[in-house]
């Protein structure tokens, strides 16, 4: 692994890492809210959302999205040459992730929210968000699914010891998670298991920020 790195890679890696850490962990906070029943659904993991909860939960969940890819793609400056492979290929995978859930909850914040808080929702039943039971829910797993590969990819890059071990192992959790958020839709009941990604992904922003905030500036040569 490179000990130093260019000025912008440092500052564009730090910063889409904390992005991503602080907007993770507003939609946990929302997302066990909402399963509390305190977001005005009925609570529990197959209620769908209020409008309320919709604009909690999904607000954070979009800049998820760009925050991930640009920690990814900051990633992938790290790798050395024989690891370009691996992180090319999560840079692949979390365009994919990015494009599907901000298509799927810039939808529901500027269509399907409106609709419903203004009660109409005629003609928008095929784009509700119904969990384990709607088009677009199948979406927002695959994309989530796609992230779980970009990141068991993106561990393959750090090869070192301490920090680097320590993201390695807090991405390769988070992509071990593949199995639970891409079948929930058939098992139900591995939500519980898929919802360790509130431990996994976090962990992954956060101590990939201090990788990137530990980091020396490579000076030109």
Not at 42 to 50: C, R
Not at 163 to 174: D, K, P, Y
């Amino acid at each position: 692994m490179l000990t130093e790195v260019s000025r912008s890679t440092k500052k564009a890696g730090f910063w889409s890492a904390v992005f991503a850490a602080v907007f993770s962990m507003t939609y946990v906070v929302a997302q066990i809210a909402e399963w509390l029943g305190l977001l005005g659904s009925s609570g529990g993991a197959e209620s769908a959302s209020t409008v309320l909860g919709l604009v909690v939960l999904l607000t954070p969940s979009l800049f998820l999205g760009s925050s991930f890819l640009v920690l990814i793609v900051s990633v992938h400056q790290l790798a050395l040459p024989d690891r370009k492979v691996w992180s090319q290929s999560a840079v692949a995978f979390a365009t994919a992730y990015a494009v599907l859930i901000s298509l799927v909850y810039f939808v529901q914040l500027t269509l399907v929210a409106p609709r419903l808080a203004s009660g109409r929702t005629e003609g928008i039943e095929p784009f509700l968000f119904a969990p384990f039971d709607s088009f677009l829910y199948s979406v927002d797993i695959l994309g989530y699914s796609f992230m779980s590969v970009a990141c068991l990819f993106a561990g393959a890059v750090f090869t070192g010891k301490g920090l680097e071990r320590i993201v390695r192992l807090f991405l390769t959790a988070n992509g071990l998670l593949l199995p639970f958020i891409a079948l929930q839709i058939y098992f139900h009941w591995m939500i519980w298991f898929a919802a360790l990604w509130a431990i996994t992904f976090p962990g992954s922003a956060l101590s990939l920020a201090l990788l990137f905030r530990r980091a020396g500036i490579k000076t030109s040569s």
